[in-house]
C-alpha cells in the first residue's frame, strides 16, 4: 500500500504566477488535510477535504487560495498569484474512513517564489 | 480557536539520558493528542499518540502523559540515541468535530554521543 503521495517535491514560480499542488491520498482514505509550514516554523492546518466536498477551510487564506478532492484523481492545493509569503512547504496528510484519528503525511511540496 | 503551545524550543541531551518536551492546549473540547518526528527535509512521521480518555500511554522508549484537568501533555524518551535527534511537534484535535490537526511550534531536539 503506497503511501501518501504529493507532486511535485519541488516547485518553483515567479511572482503572480500560479501554483498547483497535488496530493494522492493512501488507498482507501476519504480524509484529506493540507498543512502549510513556514521555514523553522509548525505545521500550519489550512483545509480538511472530503471526497468532493470542503468541510473545513477556516486556515486557508480567503483570497488566492482553493482546494479541491474530486470523485477521481488527486486532491488539489491552487495559489493563484503567488508572492513570497506564500514560499513554504506544503504537506497533504490522509486518513481512513473507519479510523479517522490518525493522520500519515506525504513528503511534501517545496514552494519558492521568486 | 484552538492554541497549542509547546516548550522547550530546543533540547540536547547526553546519549542514554532522557528527554522531556511539554505542550499546553487551550480547547477542553480536544480529545486526540499525536506526536510526529520530522528529520530534516523529510515528512512529520507519527510516533506515539493518546486519547482523552486515557492518562498514559508507553511504547518502548517513548511515552506520553496527558493531564485533561490542566490541559497539558507531555513527551518522555528515555535511553535516548543520536537517531532520535529531529525536530517534535505535538498537537491537539477534536476527533468529533472533523479531527484537524493544531500543532505546536516544535522542540528541535539534540542528542549528543
Known amino acids: 500500500n503506497a503511501g501518501v503521495m504529493q507532486n511535485p517535491r519541488h516547485l518553483v514560480r515567479r511572482r503572480g504566477q500560479e501554483a498547483r499542488l497535488r496530493c494522492s491520498p493512501m488507498?482507501?482514505?476519504?480524509?484529506v488535510y493540507w498543512y502549510r509550514q513556514l521555514p523553522e516554523e509548525g505545521l500550519k492546518f489550512m483545509v480538511y477535504?472530503?471526497?468532493?466536498?470542503?468541510?473545513?477551510e477556516s486556515g486557508m487564506p480567503k483570497e488566492r487560495f482553493s482546494a479541491e478532492f474530486p470523485k477521481e484523481g488527486p486532491s488539489i492545493l491552487r495559489i493563484q498569484q503567488v508572492v513570497r509569503g506564500d514560499s513554504a512547504a506544503y504537506f497533504c496528510?490522509?486518513?481512513?474512513?473507519?479510523?479517522?484519528?490518525?493522520?500519515?503525511f506525504g513528503p511534501g511540496t517545496r514552494l519558492l517564489v521568486l | 480557536g484552538e492554541n497549542v503551545e509547546q516548550h522547550p524550543s530546543t533540547l540536547s541531551v547526553q546519549e542514554g539520558d532522557s528527554a522531556v518536551i511539554k505542550c499546553t492546549y487551550s480547547?477542553?473540547?480536544?480529545?486526540?493528542f499525536p506526536w510526529y518526528k520530522q528529520e530534516l527535509g523529510k515528512r512529520p512521521q507519527l510516533i506515539i499518540d493518546?486519547?482523552?480518555?486515557?492518562g498514559e500511554k508507553k511504547d518502548q522508549r517513548i511515552a506520553v502523559t496527558l493531564n485533561k484537568t490542566a490541559k497539558h501533555f507531555s513527551l518522555h524518551i528515555t535511553e535516548t540515541q543520536p537517531e532520535d535527534s529531529a525536530v517534535y511537534f505535538c498537537?491537539?484535535?477534536?476527533?468529533?468535530?472533523?479531527?484537524?490537526?493544531?500543532f505546536g511550534t516544535g522542540t528541535s531536539l539534540t542528542v549528543i554521543p
Open positions: 498537537a491537539a484535535s477534536n476527533r468529533d468535530t472533523g479531527n484537524q490537526f493544531y
Open positions: 496528510a490522509s486518513s481512513p474512513r473507519t479510523s479517522v484519528e490518525t493522520q500519515y
Open positions: 488507498k482507501g482514505h476519504s480524509h
Open positions: 493518546i486519547r482523552s480518555n486515557v
Open positions: 477535504l472530503q471526497k468532493e466536498n470542503i468541510i473545513d
Open positions: 480547547d477542553s473540547a480536544s480529545n486526540y
